[in-house]
């Protein structure tokens, strides 16, 4: 079983739509979690960061994470065709450790 | 932009051969991470090097090495080269020995090698 595990895409949705990514890992060690974004042709940049469990929000964007499941989400609220990207997932168990990383899924947005 | 530079951007080869990845980090920092994506494995770890020091090691083929110099750039060698070996090569950086406490690593743009 890999760590960390996110749904396969693609997925592509209409403008406008809310958009649900989701992750599970199998290391309770885990602590931090992020989501990163990846433009087409360009490195990974960092969406959004989530210490611990609970909700955080930025925007249209909504990240939650709940250790007890070992499962974490991001939500795209009112989607746009600039939020098609791949989303990846990623993970880490310390302030130094390395980061663990999803397999990411490519997200289309329709005008 | 990152202000992570990576060169080159495209590298088309053949199998057997040998190829050198570039990366300079950003300005101030001292870690430099290699990662190859491709779309049957993702985005995986190889290597970590912190002040030209090797600190952590992941799934980095014995025919892969790298390293990172005194001005703190760095370079990943891939010797023998295979097919399966075509795939996105980035490079990151970050100031600490880790990620930041956001997790925050900074990419560049990718080296895209094809092996024929």
């Known amino acids: 079983q890999k760590e960390v595990e996110q749904d396969p895409g693609p997925l592509s949705v209409p403008e406008g739509a809310i958009v649900s990514l989701n992750c599970t890992y199998s290391?309770?060690?885990?602590?931090?979690f992020m989501w990163y974004r990846q433009y087409s042709r360009k490195g990974p940049e960092l969406l959004m960061y989530?210490?611990?469990?609970g909700n955080k929000e930025d925007g249209r964007f909504t990240a939650q994470v709940d250790k007890s499941s070992k499962y974490i989400s991001l939500f795209i609220r009112d989607s746009q065709p600039s939020d098609s990207a791949t989303y990846l997932c990623?993970?880490?168990?310390?302030?130094?450790?390395?980061?663990?990383f999803g397999k990411g899924i490519t997200l289309s947005v329709r005008p | 932009d990152s202000g992570v530079t990576q060169t080159p951007k495209h590298l088309i080869t053949a199998t057997g051969q040998r190829v050198t990845l570039r990366c300079s980090p950003r300005?101030?920092?001292?870690?430099v991470y290699w990662y190859q994506q491709s779309l049957d494995q993702g985005l995986q770890f190889l290597i970590q090097?912190?002040?030209?020091?090797?600190?952590a090691k992941g799934n980095i083929l014995e025919r892969f090495s790298a390293q990172q110099f005194p001005d703190l750039h760095s370079e990943l060698n891939l010797s023998s080269l295979e097919l399966g070996d075509s795939a996105l090569y980035f490079c990151?950086?970050?100031?600490?020995?880790?990620?930041?406490?956001?997790?925050?690593?900074?990419f560049g743009e990718g080296s895209r090698l094809t092996v024929l």
């Open positions: 290391n309770s060690a885990f602590q931090y």
């Open positions: 990623a993970m880490k168990s310390g302030a130094n450790s390395k980061l663990t």
């Open positions: 090097y912190y002040n030209g020091e090797e600190r």
């Open positions: 300005s101030g920092d001292l870690s």
């Open positions: 989530t210490y611990s469990s």
């Open positions: 990151a950086s970050s100031v600490a020995l880790g990620a930041t406490i956001t997790g925050e690593l900074f």
